[in-house]
């Protein structure tokens, strides 16, 4: 059955020069953003271990816990991007 639309209709359209430059810096600022967090918190880390006389395995729940975390977080800012740009 034939309908009234033209063929290209249901094919959809890829983003713009514009959308893909903004996404390449949404994710590179994201990278960025998670490198230098992750590179504070084990600066941090040795003092933490000294202070809370943690184990090592305490240490690195915490480290995984951080980066669990801050993801959620990350995830979550960039999702909500995406929204706020597609309209």
Same mark, same amino acid.
């Given at each position: ?9 249901d094919v959809p359209?890829?983003?713009?020069? #514009?959308?893909?430059? /903004? ?9 960025? %953003?998670? /490198?230098?967090?992750?590179?504070? *918190?084990? !600066? /941090? %880390?040795? !003092?933490?271990? %000294?202070?809370?006389?943690?184990t090592a395995a305490?240490?690195?729940? %915490?480290?995984? #816990?951080?980066? *669990?975390?801050?993801a959620s977080f990350?995830?979550?800012?960039? !999702?909500?991007?995406?929204? /706020?740009? !597609?309209?």
């Open positions: 059955m034939l309908s009234g639309r033209p063929k290209n209709a359209r890829g983003l713009s020069h #514009a959308h893909k430059h /903004a996404l390449l810096t949404v994710f590179c600022l994201a990278q960025f %953003i998670d /490198a230098f967090s992750i590179t504070a *918190l084990f !600066s /941090a %880390i040795p !003092s933490l271990v %000294i202070s809370l006389e943690m305490e240490s690195s729940w %915490i480290i995984s #816990a951080f980066t *669990l975390t801050f990350l995830l979550m800012v960039v !999702s909500h991007f995406f929204l /706020a740009v !597609s309209g």
